[in-house]
Nanobody, 128 residues
Framework: QVQLVESGGGLVQAGDSLRLSCTVS????????MGWFRQAPGKEREVVAA????????YYLDSVKGRFTIAKDNTGDTMYLQMNSLKPEDTAVYYC?????????????????????WGQGTQVTVSS
């Protein structure tokens, strides 16, 4: 059974940094494409960053490009989202998501419907 557990959220001030972690169990990261999503109150869930199974290709939401970095080490069991220069509009619950993929090593999935497993979420609050 696939399980995802996020950690690292918290309350920070604008301009601060946070690093979110997503620890997986079950199948290894080497057979998974992964993503980070967020959902703010009253808004739809949106992709923040995603990485291919091979870890060589990534996708970023325009508003986080240059500030956020997704990292997946296929030799371990944890994926990260490094978030720098945080803004109040980054406030949301952040979720990690996993898609097991055997054939598509380089595909980056940016839609929530593409993912099979989800973590419980971790709250990120950025004060101005």
């Amino acid at each position: 059974q696939v399980q995802l557990v996020e950690s690292g959220g918290g309350l920070v001030q604008a301009g601060d940094s946070l690093r979110l972690s997503c620890t997986v169990s079950g199948l290894p990261l080497s057979v998974r494409a992964m993503g980070w999503f967020r959902q703010a109150p009253g808004k739809e869930r949106e992709v923040v960053a995603a990485v291919s199974r091979s870890s060589s290709r990534t996708y970023y939401l325009d508003s986080v490009k240059g500030r956020f970095t997704i990292a997946k080490d296929n030799t371990g069991d944890t994926m990260y989202l490094q978030m720098n220069s945080l803004k109040p509009e980054d406030t949301a619950v952040y979720y990690c998501a996993s898609r097991t993929t055997i054939l598509n090593r380089e595909t980056v999935y940016s839609a929530a419907a593409d993912y099979q497993s989800w973590g419980q979420g971790t709250q990120v609050t950025v004060s101005s």
